[in-house]
């Protein structure tokens, strides 16, 4: 059997065996590739640095560095190309642990040449697929730099392309629904609508003819058959937002959707199969509330597969000041106003703020503020703050950090970043922004464990 001509593509083959790179190489450079080789896990990272590869070829027992420590490497440096892994020691069980980190495929030598090229022509479509859309966080319009944004993004982007149920659990504002279009749009139902419900909105006597449809007649005023959103969201996405909301006897009925793939209509007998990626979001915790007995068990587990917990605003304080830009750009050019600035002390009232409606609530002072100012920099006294006081600085402690310290170290740790951000490292300046010596900033750089 001959292999059809693949897309060509930049290959990176990895093995300390030099005898296994130059059979991998010649063979996909006769059908067309561009091929590298690395002989160690360290010399693999080198050259992805350089350079973008399409797909990453490596062997899995190497010296020094294996190949699952150096796919763990490329990750964490986001070099997200396709990786396939090559042994002659497979086990089922690193098979498995293997494709849980990401791995694209896991091919046992010996091998025949048209698994090799099979693989390697699906993971270079899966790159080109990458390159074509825009990353999961740009494409949604998610702004996050902290640690837990990045972990949660990273996650995501896994999961986008997967069928796999999941339940998005958040406080109200954190960007639950803006995540599960992100999931949708980055994944392989893209071209399927996506179907957002409002379970808490939805008034109880009509939430089962909603979600499931009803037939005509079915009840007082079902004057023609009509579909619920489940059929609407055929080969698409729904998104059920506060599912915790949903009353017992439909929750009944939407754990045979689950389980079944199958919707009855209210006052059909005729059951519809539906292809559906179900997506659901909730505020409280449904665990409580299984403990509680107003949502079932068996449903939790359903919806619970992989759960997903968007953190608060307060939790990431190093994302406020980004969140705010953003808001800045994008609503400006709805507004047709210019982007509103912000002195260092409108930037300390921000940072000192809890944010209990969390990105929504940033989002509305953004726009309340470009709505009504009179000046192209805010100060704290612009800043429509509930409960706000007078400038934090102010306050008995003196400096910017002092000021901040009642919030606790990851807003002294996000403001020092911000000031590094703004003056391009230079610690002098910085600590002149933030009003301490350049010898109190370099203590804090290191207690606070900083990247530079």
Request: aromatic fraction near 4%.
């Amino acid at each position: 059997m001959n292999a059809s001509p693949p897309t060509i593509g930049r290959i990176l083959v990895v093995d300390d065996e030099a005898n296994m790179r130059r059979i991998l190489s010649t063979l996909l450079s006769q059908v067309g590739y561009e091929v590298d080789d690395a002989p160690s896990g360290a010399a693999a990272l080198a050259l992805a640095g350089r350079r973008r590869f399409d797909v990453i070829l490596s062997d899995l027992c190497m010296e020094g560095m294996d190949g699952l420590e150096l796919m763990e490497a490329l990750r964490k440096r986001r070099i997200n190309a396709p990786f396939v892994l090559i042994t002659a020691h497979g086990t089922v069980e690193t098979a498995v642990e293997a494709m849980k980190k990401g791995c694209l495929d896991f091919i046992t030598k010996p091998f025949e040449r048209e698994e090799i090229l099979r693989v390697v022509e699906k993971g270079v479509a899966e790159s080109c697929a990458q390159v074509e859309r825009p990353p999961l966080a740009e494409d949604a319009g998610i702004v996050g730099r902290s640690t837990a944004m990045n972990a949660l993004l990273a996650d995501a982007r896994r999961l986008a392309d997967l069928p796999t149920t999941v339940l998005l659990c958040g406080e109200t504002g954190t960007g639950k629904e803006l995540l599960a279009r992100a999931l949708h749009s980055q994944g392989r139902r893209v071209g399927g609508p996506f179907v957002a419900v409002n379970c808490a909105a939805l008034p109880e006597h009509l939430v089962e003819s909603e979600l499931f449809g009803h037939e005509k007649g079915a009840f007082t005023g079902a004057i023609c058959a009509k579909p619920g959103r489940f059929e609407l969201a055929d080969r698409g996405t729904i998104f059920l937002d506060e599912v915790g909301d949903l009353p017992g006897p439909v929750q009944i009925k939407l754990l045979r959707v689950l389980q079944e793939r199958v919707v009855e209509r209210v006052g059909g007998v005729t059951s519809r199969k539906v292809d559906v990626r179900v997506v659901a979001a909730t505020h409280v915790d449904l665990a409580e509330a299984v403990k509680g007995g107003s949502f079932r068990q068996d449903l939790y587990y359903r919806l619970a597969v992989v759960p997903l917990r968007l953190p608060p605003l307060r939790e990431r304080p190093e994302d406020i000041l980004p969140l705010w830009e953003h808001f800045q750009r994008h609503l400006s050019a709805r507004l047709g106003r210019r982007p509103l600035g912000l002195s260092p002390a409108a930037e300390r009232a921000l940072l000192a703020y809890d944010w209990p409606g969390n990105v929504r609530e940033l989002a509305n002072l953004a726009e309340r503020c470009l709505a009504l100012a009179t000046k192209t920099v805010l100060e704290p006294e612009d800043l429509p703050l509930p409960g706000r006081q007078t400038d934090p600085q102010q306050e008995p402690g003196g400096s910017l950090l002092s000021a901040a310290h009642h919030r606790g170290l990851a807003v002294q740790k996000a403001m020092i970043e911000e000031a590094l951000r703004k003056t391009a490292g230079n610690r002098t300046h910085a600590a002149r922004i933030l009003e301490i010596s350049r010898k109190t900033l370099q203590n804090k750089i290191k207690e606070l464990g900083i990247d530079l």
